[in-house]
């Protein structure tokens, strides 16, 4: 079982886009304990996300996990999503020493969106961070955020990601209600998406190529017939989140509204709930899309940051969804007419 | 912006994969089909009966080792199951070191891994 650990809800950075709210909740040893004892009855392994807030604020918290799981016999992988903020040399190598994958959050040149609580700048600390955690581990992933203040940024701050090392820039849009999507923004954000593509087909062939998830899981989805063969939902529990208290939720945007709760560490599952959410339908609106098979429509979380309901596209979702097919069939195209054989190799393995 | 089906799909010029039914059985093995793979199953099962769906994943793990679904599912049970739910093996996402580490939706960073940086 996979389970997303919201550590804590506390946060040293302030981004403007930043959903959360901050109110001193800190997960307990003794819960972390009791999902183990939850996951170790029904897997023979246990895979834990440490998320916040900032989970590297709860340190010694993730420290005394790690070690309990060595006491086990048990399987345990571990990843984690930081702001970079705390990370040093010593952490860094902890981490990676125990096999904690890293996702960095970190935005590029829009990272002005993203202030320290004095309001200062954090580019330059995250993108120290950066370059440590790709010494430690070079595959790791920038995660980055698109908000609509900064779009016109989109662009640049790829190509800054790329020089900073990174391998491959995982983005994702803002969503909610900080998010102020317009025509005009979204037209923008289409041009920042051509730029990458184009960048992407430059380099495509060459020992610099990138990977870029957000197009390249569209292209994915026609060659495999649809997105249930490309990616998933956590709505689907493979990775539920859970609470500093250890109430579990199916995904992230769940997480403390209590109508979602889908079990407790102590517990276990409900099964009555747990049904209701996992056989969630696709948005009526998308009744006879020819993209309904290749679009996210039915991601609960980002329908309900959304809209507030898990079954209910926004207008925004669908543009972008739309634009992102778009895009990434022109790329596919130029890419399998240009380099056949490269393309095959890389996307139908 | 507005909500707009699309009714009807362009010419898409570079192909769809066509793939043997093992192939395509692995390929449907990423975490999306797995609860609706098992639900499938055990609603075709007598209620209790065990499930093991077994196959390679093809793209999310370095060696193409394989991975082991199996359990009885509570939810997906006329008969409210009996909560033991076993998903075994090693799939990309829950492997810190894999290229295919999961992502989730979009609303935490969506898709999967990526093909092109492995
Ligand atoms: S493109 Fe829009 S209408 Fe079509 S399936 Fe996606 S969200 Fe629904």
New interface residues.
Partial sequence: ??FTLHLTDMCNLRCEYCTQTRNGRRMSLDTVKRLIDLSVK????T?FCFYGGEPMLEFSLIRQIIDYCKTLDHRF???MNTNGLLLNEETVKYLSDN???I?LSIDGLMQKSRKMPDGSDSLEAVSNAARLVLEY?P?A?S?TVISPENVDLFYDSVLYLLDLGF??V?T??A?GKFAA???EK?RRLRIGYEKVSSM?ADR?GTDV??????L?????T????G?????????????CSVNPEGNIYP???FVDRDEYIIGTAEK??F??R??SL?LHKSPK????????DRC?NF????NL?ETGQIDR????H??HE?MLIDIA?RL??S???KYPEK?IQ???? | MKIEPVRKLKKIAYPVAVASAVAVAAASMTSCNIAKNIIYNLNRNPSGSEVVIEGAVPYSQPDGGDVELMGDVPYSQPDGGDNDLRLEGETAYSEPDCDFEANGSSSDFAGVGSPAAE
């Avoid at chain 1, 190529?209 to 957000?214: A, H, L």
């Avoid at chain 1, 390249?216 to 994915?220: A, G, M, P, Q, R």
């Avoid at chain 1, 991601?299 to 980002?302: L, M």
């Fill in positions: 079982m996979n029904n897997s023979l392994r895979g992988s571990f990843k096999n904690v994958g996702g581990q595959k992933a995660r391998k491959t995982i994702t849009p969503y999507w317009d025509d979204l992407y495509f190529r990138f990977g870029f998830p957000e390249e899981s569209k292209i994915l026609h060659i495999r017939g997105i249930s063969n490309v990616t998933r939902c956590h709505s689907d529990l493979s990775q995904c992230i945007q276990g599952f099964a009555d747990v049904s996992i609106e998308c009744e006879g899309c020819a993209l309904s996210l991601c609960g979380c980002t940051i596209i926004s207008p925004f669908c543009e739309r069939d596919g195209e890419l399998y007419s393309f890389v996307f139908y393995k």
